[in-house]
């Protein structure tokens, strides 16, 4: 089934809903458009992204974002889904019953981080029937892939096995020596030894009969500090041997992320068989990709939604000047863009922006750019949402780029609640990454171009959008006017500004509640369906909420600070979570009450579980309504009456 006709059940103008959620233009061309790309390689795809926002989505779910990410030039695309297969082939050739292979692997929602080698077996209860699905819909996305003549890009075999794995004395198998994130890592079956060819020639035999042929396989041995006492250049031979072996000519993949990959193991490497993502192109200052990458070939890589996070904002200006400096270089073996958001579906701008460095010859004027966009976007001129879109790029997509960080600020209104809150999450920005009020500017304008664009979904989809995160901002002024209250021990004032703050987050659920991608009811509701009885439905539902809330038991989610990581203002989660912990915190420390003692991350990790083991649905909804044109003119509101609480202070 195509995407027109997919769409054309939903009641909704084709156009138009294409337009809302992958960017494309909502005007047709009266004649083919044909261009050269400059860049070879455009690959799309995190490791995470499946687990963050697909886990269980359909093959109808997949066709809708090929078609966006086709739309846009991609012509690489990264899908782990259906490789549990290879490896439970993999596990029962060698010993292992079905079950066992089982209970190693984790829920779709947590399984990118086993295929990583950071943990297995959590949370655990994959079945056959998940499994048979699972392998079926990664063959069909594959062929559809093939279809569009887009390479399909699957997890390769770097070594990942049970610790248990092998000969019974373990002498090819090597545990690594600290943990990821307070998980216990699985072992990695040595890529030297013979057992490792034999297992490898068993994995990819497995994909090409479940998945199909597959010619780019992704491993990145070692991921985020993994530590070993094998040889890492032969490792890399071994892996590459295997590889070559079972599919000639194929290329291997390899995320550069933190000290990965390693310059001896790019040493090691036939360059010509070998691409870099590069997922760090925008996070430092000083990077020398030609010494740091050995002569492979590399893509320019972005990651600007952590947790697919719903935060607006990227780093355009920075891709726009570093792309070409680093065509530049001599002898540059720039050769491509990488896309990898962990959370994809979000800010269609910087997707559209960052798809257009491998079409374009030379620097854009970003503001002339983000005029023809809202154009193009929109069907026509709107001085007011171009004038909108224009303060929005100026701030939160022209993030600086010397602060380690690749993405905007996060919600604090999804975060464990305390008084110096910084963050949701711990692995994002403390502060703010951009000028609030110079943002807040660009709601009245989209408010004002309503009048013009407010039935044009695309539209709507962006006013939500911009007035959800302008909400969102206030937290990181009022949290620091609220703690200043409970210090002062002034009853009255605190009681005014958290009444402000519950007030926003009330906003917030019904502002994110106008629009399909911001329910969790839907997202829950993605996984009860792929479930095949009431326990399994329970489970896979459980799998989601905990991906978006604690993320793992106790320590992973606090001393390992994987709480909170996916941050997002969602209609449900805003309102049944992140509301009743603040409203418990406030009351809990109201300056009228004898100090209480302090609440520990524990507790609200505690706290926290009875929401992950829940199915209420109450206040969580699957379908979206409201207003999204009065509920951004009462965001106005809200953000004027703020500023004033906020500025009466200051004057008094």
């Not at 337009?19 to 005007?27: D, R």
């Not at 887009?150 to 020596?177: H, I, K, L, M, N």
């Not at 559209?352 to 374009?360: E, G, K, P, V």
């Not at 004027?640 to 609480?645: I, K, M, S, T």
Request: proline content about 6%.
């Amino acid at each position: 089934m195509g995407l027109r006709s997919v769409l054309a059940k939903t009641g909704e103008p084709f156009d138009e809903i294409l337009s809302a959620v992958s960017g494309i233009g909502p005007i047709a061309p009266e004649s083919p458009i044909v261009a050269r790309a400059r860049l070879q390689h455009r690959f799309y795809g995190n490791d995470t992204e499946d687990s963050y926002v697909g886990a269980y989505r359909t093959f109808e779910d997949w066709e809708r974002l090929i078609d966006g990410l086709v739309a846009r030039g991609f012509n690489e695309i990264f899908v782990p889904v259906g490789i549990e297969g290879a490896y439970v082939d993999l596990l029962t050739r060698f010993g292992y019953s079905r079950d066992e292979a089982l209970d190693w692997i984790p829920l779709p929602s947590h399984q990118p981080w086993w295929l990583l080698q950071n943990m297995s077996s959590y949370p655990g209860g994959m079945s056959e029937e998940l499994l048979a699905k699972r392998v079926q819909l990664g063959r069909r996305i594959i062929a559809r892939l093939r279809e569009l003549g887009v390479e399909p890009v699957v997890p390769g075999f770097g070594g990942v096995v049970p610790r248990d794995f092998g000969t019974p004395d373990g002498a090819f198998v090597d545990v690594p020596g600290n943990d990821w994130q307070g998980f216990d890592r699985p072992a990695w079956l040595d890529p030297r030894s013979t057992l490792f060819a034999e297992a490898a020639s068993v994995f990819y035999g497995a994909v090409d009969r479940l998945l199909g042929p597959v010619d780019m396989f992704k491993i990145d041995p070692l991921h985020e500090g993994g530590t070993t006492t094998i040889d890492i250049a032969e490792a890399g031979r071994g892996i590459e041997r295997a590889m070559q072996r079972a599919r000639p000519g194929a290329t291997w993949v390899l995320l550069a992320w933190q000290d990965n990959p390693r310059r001896e193991l790019l040493d090691a490497l036939d360059p010509r068989r070998v691409l870099v993502v590069d997922g760090v192109s925008d996070r430092h200052l000083a990077l020398d990709r030609e010494e740091d990458f050995r002569g492979v070939d590399y893509a320019f890589g972005a990651i600007w939604n952590f947790g697919g996070d719903t935060a607006l904002g990227a780093q355009l200006a920075t891709w726009n000047d570093r792309v070409e400096e680093w065509l530049k270089v001599p002898s540059s073996r720039l050769r491509g863009i990488a896309a990898l958001p962990e959370g994809g579906l979000n800010n269609p701008l910087a997707m559209d922006f960052f798809a257009s460095l491998a079409w374009r010859d030379g620097r854009v004027d970003v503001d002339d750019w983000v005029r023809q966009w809202t154009i193009a976007r929109y069907g026509r001129a709107v001085p007011a949402a171009v004038s909108a879109w224009q303060r929005i790029v100026a701030t939160a997509y022209s993030l600086p780029d010397d602060n380690d960080f690749s993405e905007p600020h996060d919600s604090l209104f999804a975060a464990w609640p305390s008084f110096s809150a910084s963050t949701s999450s711990l692995f994002s920005p403390r502060t703010a990454t951009y000028d609030l009020s110079a943002f807040a500017e660009a709601l009245p304008l989209m408010s004002d171009a309503a009048g013009d664009l407010g039935r044009h979904r695309a539209f709507r989809f962006d006013l939500a959008d911009v007035a959800r995160q302008t909400v969102t901002n206030t937290a990181r002024q009022l949290l620091p006017a609220i703690a200043d209250a409970y210090g002062a021990c002034d009853g009255v004032r605190y009681d005014e500004l958290t009444r402000m703050w519950i007030q926003g987050m009330e906003l917030l659920d019904a502002i994110a509640g106008t629009e399909p991608l911001w329910l969790l009811g839907r997202f829950l509701d993605e996984a009860r369906a792929a479930g095949s009885d009431p326990e399994e439905r329970d489970r896979l539902e459980r799998s989601q909420r905990l991906i978006l809330s604690t993320w793992g038991p106790l320590v992973p989610a606090t001393t390992g600070a994987l709480s909170n990581y996916a941050g997002r203002d969602w209609q449900g989660l805003m309102g049944t979570l992140y509301l009743p912990r603040w409203r418990e915190f406030f009351t809990w420390n109201h300056p009228d009450r004898p100090r209480a003692r302090e609440i520990t991350d524990a507790d609200w990790w505690h706290r926290d579980q009875d929401w992950v083991d829940s199915t209420d649905r109450a206040g969580i909804r699957s379908e979206p309504s409201g207003d999204i044109v009065a509920l951004a003119g009462r965001a106005s509101v809200f953000i004027e009456r703020v500023q004033g609480a906020l500025s009466q202070r200051v004057t008094g």
